[in-house]
């Protein structure tokens, strides 16, 4: 990351805070075994191929939209030296999930805000394989998203694709606290959020599934699991987490 972002401060961030293991029925709904880790790669500006169980690591950089880009039209990953993240106002979190389990990711927005630099984020890994998201909007000075899901796509064991899944706000129907912006993603009025002086903790939840083949040729489940564990009690669980930063919302008025 130095090269890119020449010694940037890490966001504290939690990863695999909620990890949810589905089976075939919700009898048989249970923890299974923890495998061996065998991915070595720690950074998110290296190459590697996993396989199910391993750790991966991946990036999310927050900057202006136009920061991601070269010569204003070319998106490259935030890895790449051409970009002038070093320069513009920009931050990065990592994360290290355990691939094709689905997790909730957390950044805290306590002492940070998306608005205060740039109001975008891209997740990102890799360098010769670079791969990265579109950039997705968080916050401005008028809104802020806190809910997001982002599938990561791997191919023989090496990440292809990075893609933020939308709802079309589907979360927030009907609910008139919430504005639903460009038919995509559900926000609140950053006025409201603790660290712009209101009652709602804003901090951004990430919702992470993955999808395609490891490097065994194992098929991975977690973004299919995603829909069917709706099906099951447990889901509500996990949704009460996730969309608590939304839900406390309702509660204040």
């Known amino acids: 990351m130095a090269a890119a972002f020449r010694q940037p401060r890490l966001l504290t961030a939690a990863a695999s805070l909620l990890v949810l293991l589905l089976a075939s029925s919700p009898s048989s709904l249970r923890p299974v075994e923890s495998a061996a880790d065998t991915n070595r790669v720690y950074s998110p500006c290296a190459d590697t191929t996993v396989q199910r169980s391993d750790g991966f690591t991946f990036g999310i950089a927050f900057a202006p939209r136009l920061s991601f880009f070269h010569n204003g039209s070319l998106e490259l990953s935030p890895c790449d030296r051409r970009l002038s993240l070093s320069s513009a106002t920009s931050q990065v979190a990592t994360f290290r999930p355990k691939v094709d389990e689905i997790s909730l990711l957390t950044i805290n927005t306590s002492s940070f805000s998306p608005a205060n630099y740039g109001g975008y984020m891209v997740a990102f890994a890799g360098r010769k394989y670079a791969a990265r998201s579109l950039p997705s909007f968080v916050a401005n000075s008028t809104y802020t998203v806190t809910s997001f899901t982002l599938v990561l796509e791997f191919k023989k064991g090496r990440l292809q694709n990075l893609y933020w899944k939308r709802d079309g706000c589907a ?43 490891d490097k065994h040729f194992s098929v991975f489940n977690s973004w299919y699991e995603v829909e069917n564990l709706r099906q099951y009690s447990l889901y509500g669980l996990y949704s009460n987490l996730r969309n608590s930063l939304t839900g406390q919302y309702n509660k204040i008025f």
Do not use: Y
Request: hydrophobic letters at 30%; proline letters at 0%; aromatic letters at 4%.
């Open 171 to 213: 979360s927030c129907s009907g609910k008139s606290n919430f504005v639903c912006l460009n038919n995509q993603d559900c926000a609140i009025k950053t006025s409201n959020c603790k660290n712009h002086g209101g009652a709602v903790d804003c901090s951004l939840g990430i919702q992470l599934a993955f999808s395609g083949t």
